[in-house]
């Protein structure tokens, strides 16, 4: 934290403008040299307009602005300067080795971000909220990422841990003196806080929930016999031809993915090879990568059409699995109006589509979001990411074991223990509390520069 670190801000790219961030002590006077040896002051918050030097032979590489910002009055809590340039990609490569001529490093991913988290201007929650908002990829996602950049996730975080501390208070109290008489297990207060601290929590994992699969997406993979219209079907949710469509088995050898909007939710579309006994050392490693795929789907999409119904149990696919989908495909062979084909071979609920003429294609879209469980967005719905999911459902089952221990064994020590590991959970997720290995792979999947 005591040194001075500097990288490009901008995406990487020819473009208008180019921004190089520096942040820390000596972030004023790498404004001062890179921009003219004879300027001895730069107002903060005001930006000049000034040449770019090298700082090595004084030669001008740019012209533009350079912009101070005074510590503790910037995003990281440092001293910053940016120096906005033109977008070139050598120019801005020029500015930022000028930089890093005057004893200053380049940044790592997520670093900024970092020093905000450390210096008290951010929380963790909003800090991935930065990468949440740069990476959206729907309306929903970055609206969803703004609310909990603006500090909406980690107040409602912020109450539940108020509400924790409180309640421990009250309960630990009463067991360090018992001379006050106070009966909290017979105590309306306990069972009622309790109640709404589950009640609460409850309603934060549900939106923290949708918040997830808004940041991160949904994994899904299409999984079948060869043939049966898996890349038709993902060339129709990608509204293009990503996939080869071919009459002959066998097309698909290999895992085809695709990042797909639909209909608000994010999708991570997996096209997989046909499954099938075949001697074909190529097509075998595709089967064996589409069977691997599927162990980590959030949702496998089991296609089958009219010639392979009497196959499914080949597959290897449990149809009673909550994320199993099965999807017949085709339809348009069927008989008009006569599905007994169809019943005499599925037991398990069914869809029933035609990928290659846009049937049935909005009762699969509904069952996927059903499946993993996506919504309708509203205003209550913020970012948030699977770590936050699990520090959340590991607080409620703290919660729910303490009130469990209350009732059967009436050991109130056995509550306030399970309410400290609740206290902690939640804290993770605004890192209150939290490892600096955690801190760390959180930031390195930021970009450079922010």
């Known amino acids: 934290m005591n040194d001075t670190i500097a990288a490009i801000a901008t995406a990487k790219g020819q473009g208008g403008v180019g921004i190089i961030r520096v942040s820390g002590p000596l972030a004023f006077k790498v404004g001062q040299k890179i921009c003219d040896l004879m300027v001895d002051n730069i107002e903060p918050r005001m ?27 910037s995003f990281t809590g440092e001293d910053v300067v940016e120096l906005h340039g033109h977008g070139g990609i050598v120019v801005q490569d020029l ?22 988290f450390i210096n008290n201007k951010l929380d963790l929650a909003q800090a991935e909220a930065i990468a949440s908002l740069i990476s959206a990829s729907s309306k929903e996602s970055a609206r969803a990422s703004v609310r909990s950049l603006t500090g909406e996730f980690s107040k409602k975080i912020n109450a539940l841990v108020e509400d924790v501390i409180n309640l421990r208070l009250y309960v630990e109290a009463a067991i360090d003196f018992p001379e006050e008489e106070i009966d909290f297990l017979q105590d309306e207060i306990i069972y009622s806080s309790l109640h709404k601290l589950i009640e609460n929590l409850e309603i934060i994992l549900a939106n923290s ?3 997830a699969l808004l940041a991160e997406g949904a994994d899904i993979v299409i999984v079948g016999a060869p043939n049966v219209g898996k890349s038709t079907l993902l060339n129709l949710f ?3 031809d990503v ?31 046909g499954i099938r006994v075949t001697d074909n050392q190529v097509e075998q490693i595709g089967i064996a990568r589409a069977k691997q795929a599927m162990q980590h789907a959030d949702v496998i999409l089991l296609m089958v059409d009219k010639n392979t119904l009497a196959i499914i149990n080949d597959l290897s696919v449990d149809l009673n699995a909550p994320n199993v989908l099965l999807v017949v495909n085709k339809i348009d062979k069927f008989d008009a109006g006569n599905d007994d084909e169809l019943e005499k071979f599925l037991q398990a609920e069914h869809i029933k589509i035609s990928a ?52 059967k064994t009436r050991a109130g020590e ?37």
Do not use: W
């Open 47 to 73: 930006a000049m307009r000034c040449d770019f030097y090298d700082t090595l032979d004084f030669s001008i590489i740019d012209n533009g602005l350079v912009i101070f910002f005074k510590a503790p009055h």
């Open 95 to 116: 500015i930022l080795q000028s930089v890093l001529n005057l004893d200053v490093r380049l940044a790592r991913a997520g670093e900024f971000s970092e020093r905000a």
């Open 209 to 211: 929930t949708q918040g």
């Open 238 to 240: 990608a509204q293009d």
């Open 243 to 273: 996939a080869i469509v071919s009459e002959h088995e066998g097309t698909t050898r290999d895992m085809i993915k695709q990042k797909i909007n639909l209909q608000g939710l994010v999708l991570n579309i997996i096209d997989t090879a």
């Open 356 to 407: 290659k003429y846009n049937l049935g294609i909005e009762a699969l879209i509904q069952a996927i979001h059903e499946a993993v469980g996506f919504n309708k967005i509203d205003s209550n719905v913020f970012i948030a990411r699977r770590r936050h999911i699990d520090a959340l459902g590991r607080a409620l089952a703290a919660i729910n074991l303490g009130f469990e221990h209350l009732q």
């Open 414 to 450: 056995l509550l306030a223990e399970e309410l400290l590991v609740a206290q902690n959970s939640l804290n993770e997720i605004t890192g209150e509390f939290s490892a600096d290995d955690l801190l760390g792979k959180i930031f390195s999947q930021f970009c450079i520069g922010k």
